[in-house]
């Protein structure tokens, strides 16, 4: 059973940082691409940032290039968004995403769909 745990949420003042983890258990975890995705209120959820099973390749959402920075250590199966720079509109529940597939390719990252889903970690950005 695959199993997503979320960690490293909060309340924060704009301009501030906060590092998220995921702790991924359940398969092998240097076989998957990984990724963030949020959902703020009364919106639908969209893709934040996402790396690929070998960890060469990562892609962003344009609104938070330059700021946020995914990474993924494979020997603690655990993949990680560090947010600098937080502004009140990423205030959103962020949630951390397995392909189901291994070894997708690339293009496939920004999808919401054939994914694990982790519970999700609220971040409040306060301005």
């Known amino acids: 059973q695959v199993q997503l745990v979320e960690s490293g949420g909060g309340l924060v003042q704009a301009g501030g940082s906060l590092r998220l983890s995921c702790a991924i258990s359940?398969?092998?975890?240097?076989?998957?691409?990984m990724g963030w995705f949020r959902q703020a209120p009364g919106k639908e959820r969209e893709f934040v940032a996402a790396?690929?099973?070998?960890?060469?390749?990562?892609k962003y959402a344009e609104s938070v290039k330059g700021r946020f920075t995914i990474s993924r250590d494979n020997a603690k199966n655990t993949v990680f968004l560090q947010m600098n720079s937080l502004k009140p509109e990423d205030t959103a529940v962020y949630y951390c995403?397995?392909?189901?597939?291994?070894?997708?390719?690339?293009?496939?990252?920004?999808?919401?769909?054939?994914?694990?889903w982790g519970q999700g970690t609220q971040v409040t950005v306060s301005s």
């Open positions: 995403a397995v392909d189901r597939s291994p070894y997708s390719a690339a293009y496939t990252m920004g999808s919401r769909t054939n994914r694990y």
């Open positions: 359940g398969l092998t975890f240097s076989n998957y691409n």
């Open positions: 790396v690929n099973w070998s960890g060469d390749i990562t």
